[in-house]
């Protein structure tokens, strides 16, 4: 196979979470520039099939999926509509998620679990639900959606971090368990990326600096720059690779 045609997604269908918009999007419109059919998902259905409309008005081919990725018999229901409708997943993007800032002394139950719900969970849930068919037919991409803090604390997001952290580890168990069935799962560390989720922390001057002075590369990252890695997750060339968590944070990870 020539080295292009590596990383040449056509032929295959890509559902990424929560790609209405932010990082979710950008994967999308990225995966579909490199052939890949898409399957747009969000909770608001409205919001799911105008980013749907957008990118086929982009010249790529996309369907909206409007779903909770929380609620098991909602994601069960999506890919049996998926079956029914003769549309196969071939990669999966598992990159829906929230984010809450507050002391854990005076964080609810309740947002902690919804944070573990939205961030893990439902990497389960869709991960259980693709892998069932990518199984028989010998072959599939799961990529999770991790995070610095995957690695890495930071006080007052603490369910996000172990939520994501998790996410780390789900990796790592869905390549245990599928590697065999010709499965690669991995997942992708963004750093600080300019996104709605980050917005009260970009326009915090302290905050904007501490990152700025934080990472190697002196800025926050753009959307778009995880791209290429999830090409690369989601195709050929990556098909030896397996269970790993790729940072992609213009090297925050690596320095104190
Ligand atoms: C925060 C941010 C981070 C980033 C990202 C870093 O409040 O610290 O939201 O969690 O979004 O996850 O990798």
Redesign the pocket.
């Known amino acids: 196979m020539t080295a292009t045609r590596l990383f040449d997604l056509t032929g295959r269908t890509a559902l990424i979470t929560g790609s209405t918009r932010g990082l979710g999007r950008a994967i999308a419109e990225g995966m579909g520039q490199a052939g890949a059919a898409l399957i747009v998902n969000g909770r608001d259905p409205q919001a799911t099939e105008a980013a749907a409309q957008e990118l086929r008005d982009a010249g790529l081919s996309a369907r909206a999926a409007s779903f909770d990725v929380t609620d098991e018999a909602a994601v069960e229901a999506a890919f049996h509509e998926l079956d029914a409708d003769g549309v196969e997943v071939d990669i999966l993007v598992n990159n829906a998620g929230i984010?809450h800032?507050q002391p854990m002394v005076e964080l609810s139950l309740a947002d902690w679990q919804r944070v573990i719900d939205t961030n893990l969970t439902s990497a389960f849930l869709l991960g259980r639900e693709a892998a069932r068919r990518m199984i028989p037919r010998k072959r599939g991409k799961i990529i999770n959606i991790g995070?610095?803090?995957s690695d890495l604390a930071?006080a007052t997001?603490t369910p996000?971090t172990v939520a994501?952290g998790g996410i780390k580890m789900l990796t790592k168990g869905m390549a245990a368990e599928w590697g065999a069935h010709g499965i690669q799962a991995n997942a992708i560390?963004?750093?600080?990326?300019l996104?709605d989720?980050?917005e009260a922390?970009v326009s915090n001057p302290e905050f904007d600096a501490w990152v700025k002075g934080r990472t190697p590369a002196g800025r926050w990252g753009r959307p778009d720059e995880l791209v290429g890695t999830a090409i690369y997750l989601a195709s050929d060339a990556s098909n030896y690779v397996n269970g790993q968590l790729i940072f992609v944070?213009g090297g925050m990870i690596s320095v104190l």
């Open positions: 984010q800032r995070s610095l803090t930071r997001v996000y994501k560390g963004p750093g600080y990326m996104t989720m980050n922390l944070d």
